[in-house]
């Protein structure tokens, strides 16, 4: 879902610290969500509540996407995905979600000192797959195509639910006790 997001539940807010294992700081909205409902990718305000601003916009939650980032980054992905970028077709798209992201990013608000600086690297270097492919599932396909194509390679798929039990996070916060 793109910018603006719909102000996120408190339960989803429990959801998505659950995952990351702290509170979850900033968030504006659910970016992106796992087909049992559950969040997968947040939307963070630029500038956090204590007032540093904050560049990711779309924050990759979802554990088992993360760790399946993880383990593409550990693996060498980053610089093969990064060569790509000699494709001027490829670095032409990136340096396009790069400008989609600022943009996304300041519906929300314009922070100063980070005008110009999106995630990931872009728009000439790969740096951190977890951005690139947090856009790449909130934005959709063919908008990040570095984002797009680490989450062809890796093991999790938006398609197919790897919670521990599907939906069950959201039920368990949302429900009258």
Same mark, same amino acid.
């Given at each position: ?25 900033? !968030?504006?909205? @659910? &970016?992106?969500?796992?087909?049992? *409902?559950? #969040?997968?990718? =947040?939307?963070?305000?630029?500038? $956090? ?61 314009? !922070?100063?000192? @980070? &005008?110009?600086?999106?995630?990931? *690297?872009? #728009?000439?270097? =790969?740096?951190?797959?977890?951005? $690139? ?45």
């Amino acid at each position: 879902m793109r910018p603006p997001f719909p102000e996120p539940t408190a339960a989803e807010i429990a959801v998505v610290s659950s995952q990351l294992g702290r509170p979850a700081r900033g !968030v504006v909205g @659910i &970016a992106a969500r796992c087909v049992c *409902g559950n #969040p997968t990718v =947040v939307a963070t305000a630029p500038r $956090l509540p204590d007032g540093t601003p904050f560049p990711t916009l779309y924050y990759l939650s979802h554990p088992a996407a993360t760790a399946a980032i993880s383990t593409l980054e550990a693996t060498g992905v980053m610089s093969e995905l990064a060569a790509e970028l000699a494709d001027d077709e490829v670095a032409d798209a990136y340096r396009a979600a790069h400008a989609s992201y600022l943009a996304d990013r300041e519906t929300i608000e314009v !922070v100063d000192e @980070i &005008a110009g600086f999106s995630a990931g *690297g872009m #728009p000439d270097r =790969v740096k951190c797959l977890h951005a $690139l492919a947090g856009h790449a599932l909130a934005a959709g396909t063919g908008v990040n195509p570095i984002g797009d194509r680490a989450l062809e390679r890796c093991t999790w798929s938006p398609a197919r639910c790897e919670c521990a039990e599907p939906g069950a996070a959201l039920r368990a916060v949302s429900e009258p006790r």
